[in-house]
């Protein structure tokens, strides 16, 4: 079946720690993106990608890092510089890019990271 | 970016239509207004999205007034399952695909 997929769903690293967040989907879906979602909270922005090779700093990406080496995958790498890195995560695709925005996007599950 | 205000949180009878409204007095002409809704713990859930004309689909209704400054979304029979929190989006073209969430509308559909 076509999706996107976040694993693992469930995360545990110790402070201080890099860590990886992975996201997959064969959608063939040009942009991709990464949210933060605290307890009771919105989701914020943190990078996102139009096409492969190229991606911007959402509202909140100091901290963190991506790669957008193939068009199915966007990691999320979190630093040991993010300072408050325990959070739901939720990657997302679309088809859209600069030209068409008329088009929904899908999310994965997400993955809950807990840095203790 | 134009932004949404929708209300902190709304309760629904169950079997009864749930009407969300949402502001988005400074959206521009080439923008759509999009919904989502997430269930606890969940990746969020595309719902519907227009331009100007009003839309349906099996989900929901999507209301947006003539001069594109607010819009209801229409639960027509609200179930259990519908309790989630609702987010009203403007999509930003001149930021290429950027999707901005807000805080949303948290909806309980009780019995």
């Known amino acids: 079946d076509g999706g996107i997929t976040q694993s693992p769903k469930y995360l545990f690293r110790k402070e201080g720690q890099n860590v990886t967040l992975s996201c997959e989907q064969n959608?063939?879906?040009?942009?991709m993106y990464w949210y933060r979602q605290d307890p009771g909270q919105g989701l914020r922005l943190i990078y996102y990608?139009?096409?492969?090779?190229?991606?911007q700093k959402g509202d909140i990406a100091e901290g963190y890092s991506v790669s957008r080496e193939k068009k199915e995958s966007f990691p999320l790498t979190v630093t040991s510089a993010q300072k408050n890195p325990t959070a739901f995560y939720l990657c997302?695709?679309?088809?859209?890019?600069?030209?068409?925005?008329?088009?929904?996007?899908?999310f994965g599950q997400g993955t809950r990271l807990t840095v203790v | 970016d134009a932004k949404t205000t929708q209300p902190t949180s709304m309760d629904c009878a169950e079997g009864r239509a749930a009407n969300l409204p949402c502001n988005h007095s400074?959206?521009?002409?080439?923008?759509?207004v999009y919904w989502y809704r997430q269930i606890h713990s969940q990746g969020p859930q595309y719902i519907i999205h227009?331009?100007?004309n009003n839309e349906t689909n099996e989900m929901a209704s999507l209301i947006i007034t003539e001069d594109r400054k607010s819009s209801t979304l229409i639960l027509p029979h609200a179930t259990l399952r519908d309790t989630a929190v609702y987010y009203c989006?403007?999509?930003?073209?001149?930021?290429?695909?950027?999707?901005?969430f807000g805080g949303g509308t948290r909806v309980l559909v009780k019995p």
């Open positions: 997302a695709s679309s088809i859209g890019t600069a030209h068409t925005m008329n088009t929904e996007a899908f």
């Open positions: 959608l063939n879906h040009d942009a």
């Open positions: 990608s139009q096409i492969v090779n190229d991606f």
């Open positions: 400074t959206i521009s002409g080439n923008e759509y």
């Open positions: 227009g331009l100007k």
């Open positions: 989006i403007v999509r930003v073209k001149a930021a290429g695909n950027k999707l901005t």
